[in-house]
Nanobody, 119 residues
Framework: VQLQAFGGGLVQAGGSLRLSCVAS??????MGWFRQAPGKAREFVAA???????RMYAESVKGRFTISRDNVKKAFLQMNSLKPEDTAVYYC????????????????WGQGTLVTVSS
């Protein structure tokens, strides 16, 4: 299984973008979003469970980002009120257990999608 992220682009501060994540084969139990800004470590952004009934977010994006899942193989990250500090490559990946925020607990990383927020 590989998860591929789509939908990045250039947006002005205060704007919105919607990222998509698609699993190539088996439906992941947990789908998570991470990001990595230039010169910084990868960080957890959000995660959603199999049925979409549970979600969790990093403090830095709470109230601005929304993770959703329209079927078992697709997940989305709606990003509103974007800030320049949200600029990063965004990745999606899968986990077997709920509650994980460490990237080491995730697998099936695909190529990320670049989000650039201009001030």
């Amino acid at each position: 299984v590989q998860l591929q992220a789509f939908g990045g682009g250039l947006v002005q501060a205060g704007g919105s973008l919607r990222l998509s994540c698609v699993a190539s084969t088996v439906a992941p139990l947990v789908m998570g979003w991470f990001r990595q800004a230039p010169g910084k470590a990868r960080e957890f952004v959000a995660a959603i469970n199999w049925g979409g009934s549970s979600r969790m977010y990093a403090e830095s994006v709470k109230g601005r980002f929304t993770i959703s899942r329209d079927n078992v193989k697709k997940a989305f990250l709606q990003m509103n009120s974007l800030k320049p500090e949200d600029t990063a490559v965004y990745y999606c990946a899968e986990a077997l257990n709920w509650g994980e925020v460490d990237g080491q607990s995730y697998r099936s990383w695909g190529q990320g999608t670049l989000v650039t927020v201009s001030s």
